[in-house]
C-alpha cells in the first residue's frame, strides 16, 4: 500500500459499548437485568471511516466537530492511540455524539444515543479554511455523512477538491443528494437510493434511476450497495458492474458501510479501477460482518481472503497457504484432522472414509499423491486421473477443507510441518506403518485407525473396467 494521504471530513462519535450477562427479569418490570462486566470505547461515525484506513496502513487525516467534554478527550485519547491525525474542531458548546450499546451474549439488547439535535452546524471562516488546505495536501477526500450538521453544506469541500483535480467520495445520507452535486463516487445503499429516486420495480429500473442519478447530480459513478444483492456500480459512459455479495454468516452490520467506502477509496489511492476497487471493497464488506459491532479489517485478512478468492480452486492450497489456514482455525480452537491418499478414481470406499475422518474434528485436511508420486507408488499406468482432476474431485467434497499436494512416496515431511491435532489412517496399516505418526504423537496429537468400506478399491475398479472392455 502505498502511503498517499486522505482526508475524513464528517460526523464524528464515541461508540461505547458494555457487555454483560442477562440472567433475570426485573421485579420492577418485565425488562432483562443486564450484569455490566466490561466496557470499551471505539472510535464511530466518520472516525471509524478513518479508523478502517490505518486499518490498511494508509495515512488519513480526520476531522469534524466534537465537544469539551469527557467523551471528546476519550474521543481525542482513542485518535491519538490509532495515530489517526486529527484537525478537529472542539467546541464547549457542543456535545460530543455518543452511542452506547449494550450488548449480552453478543446480543444487542439497547442502544442509548447521547446527542443534541443539529441540521447544521455554523463553522467560523477559520476553521473552514484550513480545511481548504488541508483538502489540497490531500490525494483522496471522504465527506462521510452522517446528518449531524457537520456537512450541511458539503459543496464547498467538494468544490474546492475538484478544482484541484482531488477526488471526492462521498457517503450520503437524507432526502436531498443534490448537496453533493459534482462529487467523484457516491456509495449509497439500496434504501437511502430509493429515497431519493423512488422504489426501484425490477433490475432493470434499478440501473436505468441509477444511471439518471449519477447523470443528474453529475457524478463520475455511483455505488449501491444492496445488502444480501451484493453491490451495483454505475460508471460515466461504462456498463453497469454488479457484484452478488459473497456468503458469509452475518454476525453485526454496525458500520459495514464505513468498512466499504473506507476499503473503495485505499484501493482507488492505489490507482485501482473502480470495478477491482469495488469488488475488494465487497471482500472486506463479508470480513466485517462476520465481527461484533463497528469494527475494522486489517491489511493481513483482506490479502488472505483476495488470495482465497483468486485460487483457481480455493481448497487446494500450497503448504505456506495451509499454514495460514490453520492459524486461523486453531485460533478458533478448531480441531484439524488430517490423513492422506491417492483417491484415485474416487468411489463409495473413499468418500466413507472422509465423512468418518471429517466427524473426528472441525477441519479435514486431505495430503494428496502427486502423479509423480503415484506412479512410483502403483506402476506406470497409474494415476488413472491427474492430479488436478483428483484434486479438484476432492476439494468438492463436503467434508474435506483442504488439500495439499506431496510428491514424496510419504507425506511425511507435509505432516511435520502441519502437526494435525488428528492423523487419521485405514485400518489396514499398524502404528509404525504410519508416515508421520510419531511426529504427531510428540506434538501431542492422537492417531485413529479407520475401517474402509468392504468391496470397493480403486484396484478392483480398475480391473472390472479392463475386463469389461475386453
Not at 489540497?136 to 459543496?155: C, H, M, R, T, W
Request: proline letters at 3%; glycine letters at 6%; hydrophobic letters at 40%.
Amino acid at each position: 500500500m502505498s502511503k498517499a494521504l486522505i482526508t475524513v471530513l464528517g460526523d464524528l462519535m464515541l461508540d461505547r459499548y458494555w457487555f454483560g450477562s442477562a440472567k433475570r427479569i426485573s421485579p420492577e418490570a418485565p425488562i432483562p437485568v443486564i450484569n455490566v462486566q466490561n466496557n470499551e470505547d471505539r472510535l464511530g461515525g466518520a472516525a471509524n471511516v478513518a479508523l478502517n484506513l490505518r486499518s490498511l496502513e494508509k495515512e488519513v487525516v480526520l476531522a469534524g466537530l466534537i465537544g469539551n467534554d469527557l467523551e471528546g478527550k476519550r474521543f481525542t485519547e482513542l485518535c491519538q492511540q490509532n495515530n489517526i491525525q486529527s484537525n478537529v474542531l472542539i467546541q464547549d458548546s457542543f456535545q460530543t455524539i455518543t452511542k452506547l450499546r449494550i450488548i449480552s451474549r453478543q446480543q444487542h439488547m439497547l442502544r442509548c444515543d447521547f446527542e443534541q439535535s443539529h441540521t447544521s452546524i455554523d463553522l467560523d471562516a477559520q476553521y473552514i479554511q484550513q480545511l481548504l488546505e488541508l483538502i489540497e495536501k490531500s490525494s483522496i477526500v471522504i465527506l462521510s455523512d452522517y446528518q449531524k450538521g457537520f456537512l450541511a453544506n458539503p459543496q464547498q469541500f467538494i468544490t474546492h477538491a475538484r478544482a484541484h483535480n482531488i477526488p471526492v467520495v462521498v457517503d450520503p445520507k437524507g432526502n436531498d443528494f443534490t448537496k453533493y452535486r459534482g462529487a467523484t463516487l457516491l456509495t449509497p445503499n439500496r434504501s437511502e437510493f430509493e429515497a431519493i429516486v423512488g422504489v426501484t420495480s425490477s433490475e432493470d429500473d434499478l440501473l436505468i434511476k441509477a444511471e439518471q442519478l449519477r447523470h443528474d447530480l453529475n457524478l463520475d459513478a455511483l455505488l449501491i450497495t444492496r445488502s444480501e444483492e451484493g453491490m451495483t456500480l454505475i460508471q460515466k459512459n461504462e456498463p453497469p458492474f454488479t457484484i452478488p455479495a459473497k456468503a458469509q454468516d452475518v454476525y453485526d452490520v454496525t458500520g459495514a458501510g464505513d468498512t466499504v467506502i473506507a476499503t473503495l477509496v485505499a484501493m482507488m489511492a492505489e490507482g485501482k479501477p473502480l470495478t477491482e476497487a469495488t469488488t475488494i471493497a465487497n471482500i472486506a464488506a463479508s470480513i466485517v460482518v462476520g465481527k461484533l459491532g463497528a469494527s475494522q479489517v486489517s491489511i493481513q485478512e483482506l490479502n488472505r481472503a483476495i488470495s482465497i478468492q483468486e485460487r483457481a480452486h480455493h481448497l487446494v492450497l500450497t503448504l505456506d497457504e495451509l499454514k495460514d489456514e490453520l492459524k486461523n482455525a486453531r485460533a478458533n480452537n478448531e480441531t484439524v484432522v488430517m490423513t492422506n491418499g491417492c483417491f484415485d478414481l474416487l468411489h463409495k470406499g473413499h468418500v466413507t472414509y472422509l465423512n468418518e475422518a471429517r466427524k473426528l474434528g472441525d477441519r479435514l485436511i486431505v495430503a494428496l499423491n502427486s502423479d509423480a508420486s503415484v506412479k512410483r507408488l502403483k506402476g506406470e499406468n497409474r494415476p488413472i486421473m491427474d492430479e488436478s482432476s483428483r484434486a479438484t474431485v476432492l476439494a468438492s467434497l463436503s467434508a474435506v477443507d483442504w488439500v495439499i499436494m506431496f510428491d514424496d512416496d510419504t507425506p511425511e515431511s507435509v505432516i511435520t510441518e502441519l502437526l494435525p491435532d488428528i492423523l487419521v489412517k485405514g485400518s489396514d496399516y499398524t502404528l509404525e506403518q504410519i508416515a508421520g505418526a510419531q511426529a504427531v504423537l510428540d506434538n501431542g496429537g492422537a492417531v485413529k485407525l479407520l475401517s474402509f468400506v468392504d468391496g470397493y478399491s480403486t484396484t478392483k475398479a480398475i480391473e472390472k473396467i479392463s475386463h469389461n472392455n475386453k
